[in-house]
Nanobody
Framework: QVLLMESGGGFVQPGGSLRLSCAAS????????IGWFRQAPGKEREGVSC???????NYADSVKGRFTISRDNAKNTVYLQMNSLKPEDTAVYYC?????????WGQGTQVTVSS
């Protein structure tokens, strides 16, 4: 049973854009804080961006000014708009939903930035 699913990854050239989606099933995201994380080969998983239930956002320094996180509670989905992509953004991107002791992870979506 998949409760949280990412989509929108793919292959893009440097400078390009992608929009990732994180959709929930079986539960509503309204009260959850949502985080986007990524893990590149041979590296530890790192936080990219997060958004609270109130819409407060935060970004890693490496993506500030290039990535934008947003949520659409009507669609039960959180988005990560990624612009000006760089090869170092290549990774598997995961979304995470947290509310109290409820903690869900998606299975990840691959983003590859290469010329």
């Amino acid at each position: 049973q998949v409760l949280l699913m990412e989509s929108g990854g793919g292959f893009v050239q440097p400078g390009g854009s992608l929009r990732l989606s994180c959709a929930a099933s079986e539960f509503t995201l309204d009260y959850y804080a949502i985080g986007w994380f990524r893990q590149a080969p041979g590296k530890e998983r790192e936080g990219v961006s997060c958004i609270t239930s109130d819409g407060i956002t935060n970004y890693a320094d490496s993506v500030k000014g290039r990535f934008t996180i947003s949520r659409d509670n009507a669609k039960n989905t959180v988005y990560l708009q990624m612009n000006s992509l760089k090869p170092e953004d290549t990774a598997v991107y995961y979304c995470n939903a947290i509310f109290g002791w409820y903690d869900y992870w998606g299975q990840g979506t691959q983003v590859t930035v290469s010329s």
